[in-house]
Structures are given as structure tokens and as C-alpha cells.
T-cell receptor, first 112, second 116 residues
Framework: DQQVKQNSPSLSVQEGRISILNCDYT??????FLWYKKYPAEGPTFLIS?????DKNEDGRFTVFLNKSAKHLSLHIVPSQPGDSAVYFC???????????FGAGTRLFVKA | KAGVTQTPRYLIKTRGQQVTLSCSPI?????VSWYQQTPGQGLQFLFE???????NKGNFPGRFSGRQFSNSRSEMNVSTLELGDSALYLC???????????????FGQGTRLTVV
């Protein structure tokens, strides 16, 4: 039962270009969406989030877009930097149910 | 403010044995969630504890259990280990009191369990 899907296991982007990571969800009860970044040998760290009442949230080079009707969100990184190379996890939460479900992750490679 | 601490960092066990992993959350956080990470499967939700009570549970067999103590520290136990239990086990703490800001989770570095 994969309620949160990241269909691209990996993505390779040239430094300075835009990285777009995608995520789909199935449960309409989710009302909060988060992106986490994970480097090897470290735990995931929170990157950016968006509530279901918004369709866009921006933080520096990172922007998350939410399309509720399509149950789709995406993370845009622009410009991409080599230090952005990591695994990115999409997560969806029902803040009333106190449960956060993660996707399988997308490994981003940013080439210098 | 100290982060989430998981011990041990690495563990090698034999099939059939049992193992206990420990997690100390960020001070003031009352919710502790456990996840299993395996290649290609992402972070699979195991369970979540809040104020010593299991509030949510994932789809794992009963061999996986946990508990939370009054100081919010949590332990996860896996009995009768199988080769497929080899994974990175991550613990995450949050305020856990509902609402957007209380949902953001802070992760420990994880415990790498290898079953041979």
C-alpha cells in the first residue's frame, strides 16, 4: 500500500540547471507535505514543507508546488549545486492522525 | 539543543536472535517514530509512540515491537531475526501534538543492523 510514490529512483542534473523531483500521493486525508534530504551515513533532515491550503512554498533555492486535484507535489531546486547531491524523500502527513508516510526517495546527482 | 541520539550505530546479529535498539529524542519532544530503510523501499513506517502509548502502527509483523519510557526515550525490539531484517533503522522525534509545526520530524543517524 504505497500511499506516497516517488517514481523516479534517480535524477541527474548539470550544475546551475533546475532539478525537479516529483511525488504523488493517494490519500486525500493528507494535509501536510514535507521534503527531506538525506546524505549517506546521516539521518534525513527537513528541507521544506507545504500545507494543503497552499499551492506553493518557497525557501531560497527550494520551491515546493502542490497540486491537490492531481494529488501531486514537486520540489524545484534552482540553481542546482553539487552539494545538493543526496537522496530526497517526499513525505505526507495527516496532522490530526500523527502519522507521516514517506516515499521511496529519489537520488539526485548534480554534476559539476 | 542536543539532537536525536540512536544507539548503537552498527549491529551484527545472527538469524534467530533478538535485538533492541534505543532512541533518545530531542528534549521536549514527546513523539518518537521508527522507520526501516532498505534500498528501493524508502522509509517504511514501523510505529509511533506518544507519551508512552503506541499511537500508530505500520504493517510489520509482530516480531517488531517498541515501547516508550516516561522520559520519552524509546526502544525498538525485533525478535527471531531474519536475513530480510537487515536495514537501517531510523528514529524520528517531533512534538507530536498535532498541527503543522508539530509534525516536522528530526531524525537520528540510524542504527545499521546486519543479520547474518
Amino acid at each position: 500500500d504505497q500511499q506516497v510514490k516517488q517514481n523516479s529512483p534517480s535524477l541527474s542534473v548539470q550544475e546551475g540547471r533546475i532539478s525537479i523531483l516529483n511525488c504523488d500521493y493517494t490519500n486525500s486525508m493528507f494535509d501536510y507535505f514535507l521534503w527531506y534530504k538525506k546524505y549517506p551515513a546521516e539521518g534525513p533532515t527537513f528541507l521544506i514543507s507545504i500545507s494543503s491550503i497552499k499551492d506553493k512554498n518557497e525557501d531560497g533555492r527550494f520551491t515546493v508546488f502542490l497540486n491537490k486535484s492531481a494529488k501531486h507535489l514537486s520540489l524545484h531546486i534552482v540553481p542546482s549545486q553539487p552539494g545538493d547531491s543526496a537522496v530526497y524523500f517526499c513525505a505526507a502527513a495527516n496532522t490530526g492522525g500523527f502519522k507521516t508516510i514517506f516515499g521511496a526517495g529519489t537520488r539526485l546527482f548534480v554534476k559539476a | 539543543k542536543a539532537g536525536v541520539t540512536q544507539t548503537p550505530r552498527y549491529l551484527i546479529k545472527t538469524r534467530g536472535q533478538q535485538v533492541t535498539l534505543s532512541c533518545s529524542p530531542i528534549s521536549g519532544h514527546r513523539s518518537v517514530s521508527w522507520y526501516q530503510q532498505t534500498p528501493g523501499q524508502g522509509l517504511q513506517f514501523l510505529f509511533e509512540y506518544f507519551s508512552e502509548t503506541q499511537r500508530n502502527k505500520g504493517n510489520f509483523p509482530g516480531r517488531f515491537s517498541g515501547r516508550q519510557f516516561s522520559n520519552s526515550r524509546s526502544e525498538m525490539n525485533v525478535s527471531t531475526l531474519e536475513l530480510g531484517d537487515s536495514a537501517l533503522y531510523l528514529c524520528a522525534s517531533s512534538r507530536g501534538q498535532g498541527g503543522y509545526m508539530n509534525t516536522e520530524a528530526f531524525f537520528g543517524q540510524g542504527t545499521r543492523l546486519t543479520v547474518v
